[in-house]
């Protein structure tokens, strides 16, 4: 009875035409609507998942402030660093009370004006500090983060500043501008750290970095050297009398108060015994520095540059640099002009300009008038260790 009632049914269905249509178009409904109901109900579960999944990782530590945008948690804010200013620790330099041990002068001497005379700052390079914690590296399309392969080490008023500008001008040297002090005043932040004030550089190309307070910093080389034996170093010097006056004369335009170059430079005037604790005179002991750097780094890893031949031939100069450092000797004669108000050579066209630059207005000071007994009684002082820098490095520069 009941098997003839259902096919009763079924026939009559399937020969009514609307009925027919009426229930194909409600079954065809119905798996829709589920159909939605699953793919709404499946991509909802989604952020969940992800979000469960990170929090499986956690070690218990924030990671950082969670930001809720309609209920949902906003992942990048938890794994991104958080920007922080740049701090320039290239600050001025203070000179300490005058009797100060020889130690810590050189421990708290930098050199250096911010302004003018950092054309990093003037094109905004150098304007964060990253965090110690954060990626140590990166890499996308425009290259990648390296510790640098080579760094001007030294000397304070030597004509570091120049040659790393000048340096800029190659295709395949990429420097940081500002001076980041980082085996003098900030080892202590790690490597990482250090790494991720270093520009980009392709496939190639040289990183570099330029702080003159290292060539004096007893730490340093084995600090550097520990980093990479392979770090190339160079050392821009000059006359040791004339840049002790040029070290003064800075100072000296910062506290008009401080005593005179001569009362600075003699323990005893009467005796002439000079005072070698005053950083301005240390500094200019190039042997007894390099002495330090010769534990850690064979001499052919160090190249001297003249301060004087960077004015006269900064050219020829830079053709040395390049050919130590491996590279093709692009930068030459047609780079440069010189400039006769401020005394020494600038760029036709700077690193990312068209125009012609100069070095900032800090640059080129005018140099007291020093009496000539006290600038022999310095070149007298200075004379044996010049001598022995000669021997060490197999280069008469030419100062007696």
């Not at 804010?77 to 958080?82: G, Q």
């Not at 010097?237 to 401080?258: F, G, H």
């Not at 400039?339 to 000071?365: D, M, V, Y």
């Amino acid at each position: 009875m009941e098997y003839s009632l259902v096919c009763h049914n079924l026939y009559a269905i399937s020969f009514s035409p609307v009925k027919n249509k009426l229930f194909l178009l409600g079954i065809m409904f119905l798996l829709w609507v589920y159909m939605l109901y699953s793919c709404v109900g499946y991509c909802a579960t989604m952020p969940s998942l992800v979000v469960d999944n990170y929090r499986g990782k956690e070690t218990g530590s924030v990671v950082g402030k969670r930001i809720e945008n309609n209920g949902r948690v906003d992942l990048m804010s938890r794994l991104l660093p958080r920007p922080q200013p740049w701090v320039d620790i290239e600050s001025d330099y203070d000179e300490p009370s005058v009797r100060t041990s020889s130690r810590d002068l050189l421990n708290n001497d930098i050199d250096a004006y911010r302004g003018a005379e950092d054309w990093d700052e003037m094109r905004g390079e150098g304007q964060r500090a990253p965090e110690p914690g954060a990626m140590s590296s990166f890499s996308n399309g425009s290259g990648s983060k390296k510790l640098p392969q080579a760094i001007i080490i030294g000397v304070k008023k030597g004509g570091t500043r120049a040659l790393l500008e000048f340096l800029r001008v190659h295709p395949d040297i990429r420097a940081v501008g500002a001076e980041p002090h980082f085996f003098d005043r900030n080892y202590e932040n790690g490597l990482e750290w250090y790494r991720e004030l270093m520009p980009k550089t392709l496939e190639g190309q040289i990183t570099m970095e330029k702080t003159p307070s290292y060539f004096v910093t007893r730490e340093a080389p084995a600090r550097i050297s520990t980093m990479s034996r392979d770090t190339k170093l160079i050392v821009v010097v000059r006359d040791p009398v004339t840049r002790a006056i040029s070290d003064y004369t800075q100072t000296l335009s910062k506290n008009p108060d401080i005593p005179t170059f001569e009362s600075l430079t003699f323990k005893n005037r009467t005796t002439g015994l000079i005072d070698t604790s005053w950083s301005a005179i240390q500094i200019g002991i190039y042997a007894k520095h390099l002495d330090n750097w010769l534990q850690y780094f064979p001499m052919g890893q160090i190249l001297f540059v003249s301060g004087e031949r960077l004015i006269s031939d900064p050219a020829g100069e830079l053709g040395r640099v390049q050919d130590f450092l491996g590279l093709k000797r692009i930068i030459t004669d047609k780079h440069f002009y010189f400039n006769q108000t401020k005394g020494f050579p600038c760029l036709k066209k700077a690193e990312g300009s068209s125009k012609p630059h100069c070095l900032g207005k800090t640059k080129g000071r005018t140099h007291p008038n020093i009496h000539p007994e006290v600038v022999q009684r310095l070149r007298d002082f200075y004379r044996p260790f010049n001598m022995k820098f000669y021997q060490m490095t197999g280069h008469n520069f030419g100062w007696d």
